[in-house]
């Protein structure tokens, strides 16, 4: 196709109002998908908060209707503006609805704190719904507009006397932007408003959920310290101290105003939520920085005072961060943050001024807590040892590389030619039958087989060492080259893709929630980078005349089976296991790049998945009985 050498004013575009919204949704939302989706919701239900966090409002109500495509947010706040500004000959309500960069946050009189001052929140969950109502009760009067895709349909107009005062606004997301199946999530939505409960004391939140019928109120006077417990609970790894609790609102115009709440667990990790002006920063950012160097700094001086640590071992930070629960909740009056989605605080100063606060306060609660202070750095020095030798075990395993192209890798590995990790894909398989046929099955180029022997050791109760002494574990640990825990390197890592591989059985979702568990507890960074997958084989292969259907489960087969002419006589053949597969059909179905169904293992909500996976897989044997007692009347088969 010729390439046309003209360029001329005829084709410069300028789009006008909302439209690069509806244009460009991801630059906003930061995409279509699930996330995009409630981002539009959380969007409105900052703005309520907002009015709760200037002593504005303390009852925030939200509906998700009937469907899960659609919601509703009431607040009791002031109500927004109706007034007509005369510059613009319009409302304000209208003005901030359907005009980018409009609202009361960029002065100084409208609030104090808060979490939109981009002015492009209102805007944009407008822009990309099909349709948006607002009711306005203000000056004993309530207003009502209405808007469809970004524009106004209907004039604002008086539909009554007003009791009280505060915003309630409908909208129901754009099946054009984000497809006809999109729903809300009725758990994600109902812990992201209980979240927001605790962040902020006095604030009562009502939830409603019209699908199931039930209602929930949450309010919680504790605050940040309370949610802290919820979420040692949650994960269950048990504290080793109480949880501490700081706070500091400093007088005047400057100082950053933060509430802290920690504590250290049996955890062999660190897990931080914070939050900036009610608004999760699930990337971080300068806050979190300054939390992290203030305890750090704080627990250094601490050691170093009272000359605790033994001769020879250096700490690093990570090693006093480990097993670290903390929320921090900081309000900044001018908060800089990355995108319109607002997951990372990018204020500079904010770091060293959170930084030195912290720091002085640890150190000074270690003095006065002195036998706390001696159990946190016991289980610090035990963390140092234990990456020590982690990172020793991982040394072991050199990267590939031309020269030591297979060296120190596990016997049973049947590696690729290729040493381009972007390239390299690592298929990790149930049990020696199946991999003889994936090896023969693959392509040797690039696709490298490890076969594993039986059931993996739960990460979940095992500690770090008899983690290091699995030998199952170990191989997988040593084919990745990556390293674990401190000593991880994802620059070493051999293969760009890897896939679990299990039987489509019970048996093998099982292995596979193993598998997951020690990626999500000892490699978590493969999950975030996009590394690791879910092999989806099928469990039967279903002839009709000279078709063959592979299907992945029984629900798709009884679908497949009731498209069927009545007169058609289906060949049913059900895979006991990976072995039973031909090495052609193992390709034809599970390894070629082009034919192959895979699942990318993504985590969404880390406080949801820490809970089912302490309920599942934890030491506490109650609440897996609770869990198969709840669903036992609705098991219908059971796959032995």
């Known amino acids: ?50 009015e709760v966090i200037n002593g504005y409002a303390s009852t925030i109500k939200v509906t998700l209707h009937k469907g899960l495509q659609a919601a509703t947010v009431d607040d009791n706040g002031r109500g927004i503006p109706v007034g007509v500004m005369p510059k613009y000959g319009k409302s304000a309500l209208e003005i901030i609805y359907t005009t980018l960069h409009a609202g009361g946050k960029f002065g100084t009189g409208g609030y104090t704190h808060s979490g939109g001052l981009h002015g492009v929140g209102a805007s944009v969950v407008n822009a990309l719904s099909e349709e948006l109502w607002v009711r306005v009760r203000r000056e004993d009067k309530e207003s009502e507009q209405g808007y469809a895709r970004g524009a106004a349909v209907t004039p604002v107009r008086t539909v009554g006397k007003a009791r009280g005062s505060g915003t309630k606004i409908y909208f129901r997301p754009d099946p054009e932007i984000f497809g006809e199946k999109a729903r809300f999530d009725v758990e994600l939505v109902r812990e992201r408003l209980e979240a ?10 009502v939830f409603i959920d019209e699908e199931s019928g039930t209602t929930q109120e949450f309010a919680h006077q504790g605050g940040i310290a309370d949610y802290l417990q919820k979420l040692v609970t949650d994960r269950g790894k048990p504290a080793q101290n109480p949880t501490v609790y700081f706070a500091r609102d400093p007088d005047g115009e400057t100082g950053t105003r933060f509430e802290l709440a920690f504590c250290w667990t049996e955890a062999t990790d660190e897990f931080i939520r914070s939050f900036v002006n009610g608004i999760p920063t699930s990337s971080g950012g300068s806050h ?59 204020n500079p100063e904010i770091t060293g001024e959170l930084d030195a606060a912290i720091r002085n306060f640890v150190e000074s609660w270690l003095n006065n807590n002195k036998t706390y202070g001696e159990a946190i750095v016991g289980r610090i020095i035990q963390a140092a040892r234990a990456r020590e030798a982690a990172k020793a075990a991982s040394l072991a395993v050199p990267r590939k590389s031309v020269v030591s192209h297979r060296l120190n890798l596990p016997g049973k590995l049947a590696d690729c030619s290729s040493s381009d990790p972007s390239q390299s894909e690592l298929f990790i398989v149930e049990g020696d039958s199946a991999g003889g046929s994936a090896k023969q099955g693959r392509n040797r180029r690039n696709q490298a087989i490890l076969p594993l022997r039986g059931k993996v050791l739960n990460a979940e109760q095992a500690s770090t060492s008899k983690l290091l002494s699995n030998k199952e574990l170990q191989d997988i640990v040593s084919a990745l080259g990556c390293g674990l825990g401190d000593s991880f390197d994802a620059s070493k890592l051999r293969y760009g893709r890897i896939f679990l591989l299990m039987d489509a059985d019970s048996d093998g979702h099982h292995i596979s929630t193993l598998l997951l568990t020690f990626f999500y507890r000892y490699l978590p960074r493969l999950i975030e980078n996009g590394h690791v997958f879910l092999a989806q084989p099928p469990l039967y292969r279903i002839d009709v005349g000279k078709e063959t259907h592979w299907v992945l489960d029984d ?58 996976l302490n309920e599942l897989l934890g030491k506490d044997p109650s609440a897996r009985f609770r869990f198969i007692m709840e669903r036992a009347a609705d098991a219908q088969t059971i796959d032995v």
């Open 196 to 205: 927001k409960s605790y962040l902020h004391k006095g604030l009562r939140v």
């Open 1 to 50: 196709m010729a390439k046309s050498n003209t360029y001329t004013e005829q084709d410069i575009v300028v789009l006008e109002g909302l439209e690069p919204v509806r244009k460009r949704p991801g630059m906003y939302i930061g995409g279509v998908d699930s996330r995009g989706y409630h981002h539009l919701l959380w969007e409105i239900v900052d703005n309520a908060v907002d």
């Open 288 to 346: 979190e920085n300054g939390l992290k160097g203030g305890v750090v700094k704080g627990v250094r001086n601490y050691i170093d005072t009272h000359g605790l640590l033994p001769k020879g071992l250096a700490l690093s930070a990570e090693d006093i961060r480990e097993g670290l629960c903390a929320i921090l909740s900081c309000y900044v009056r001018e908060p800089q943050f990355q995108g319109q989605t607002k997951e990372r605080l990018n």
């Open 555 to 612: 629900q798709k087969k009884e679908e497949l089976l009731a498209k069927l002419p009545k007169n058609a006589r289906p060949e049913i053949q059900r895979f006991k296991g990976l072995g039973e597969m031909m090495p052609q059909q193992l390709w034809a179905t599970t390894l070629d790049p082009k034919r192959r169904v895979a699942l990318k293992i993504t985590v969404q909500n880390r406080e949801e998945t820490d809970r089912v």
